[in-house]
Nanobody
Framework: EVQLQASGGGTVQAGGSLRLSCVIT????????IGWVRQAPGKGREGISA????????YYSDSVKGRFTVSSENDKNTVYLQMDDLNAADTAVYYC????????????????????WGQGTQVTVSS
C-alpha cells in the first residue's frame, strides 16, 4: 500500500521561503500524480500543485503560480514543494497525496481526485 509522509513545515515571516518534502513508500507508477493540498483554518481543502511521476509535468493553482515550485526526485521517491514569497494567506496545513492517474490540467487539482493521503504539516506565515 502506498504511504506518504510530508515534512518541512514551520513558521516563517511574510516574504520568506520554506521547502516541503513528501516521501512516498510502496509501489507507484509513472502515470501517477503526486499533489499538494492545503487547508487553511475554517476553510475547505484547496489543491495547489501536482506533478506527474513519469514525465514531470507540473500543475499549479492560480493562488500559488509563480511563487511555488513542485519537483520530484524519483530515485528517492520524494516530491518537494518549494514555497517562496509566502504571505499570510498561505498559512494552512499542507498535505501531500497520490492519485493513480495522470492529470490533464489544473482542473484536476481538486482534492477528491486523490486516493492516498499523508499526514499534514503546518505552515504558518507571520506578518
Amino acid at each position: 500500500e502506498v504511504q506518504l509522509q510530508a515534512s518541512g513545515g514551520g513558521t516563517v515571516q511574510a516574504g520568506g521561503s520554506l521547502r516541503l518534502s513528501c516521501v512516498i513508500t510502496g509501489v507507484i507508477f509513472d502515470q501517477w500524480t503526486i499533489g499538494w493540498v492545503r487547508q487553511a483554518p475554517g476553510k475547505g481543502r484547496e489543491g495547489i500543485s501536482a506533478i506527474t511521476i513519469g514525465d514531470g509535468t507540473t500543475y499549479y493553482s492560480d493562488s500559488v503560480k509563480g511563487r511555488f515550485t513542485v519537483s520530484s526526485e524519483n530515485d528517492k521517491n520524494t516530491v518537494y514543494l518549494q514555497m517562496d514569497d509566502l504571505n499570510a494567506a498561505d498559512t494552512a496545513v499542507y498535505y501531500c497525496a497520490s492519485a493513480a492517474s495522470t492529470f490533464s490540467g489544473t482542473h484536476d487539482l481538486k482534492s477528491e481526485y486523490y486516493d492516498h493521503w499523508g499526514q499534514g504539516t503546518q505552515v504558518t506565515v507571520s506578518s
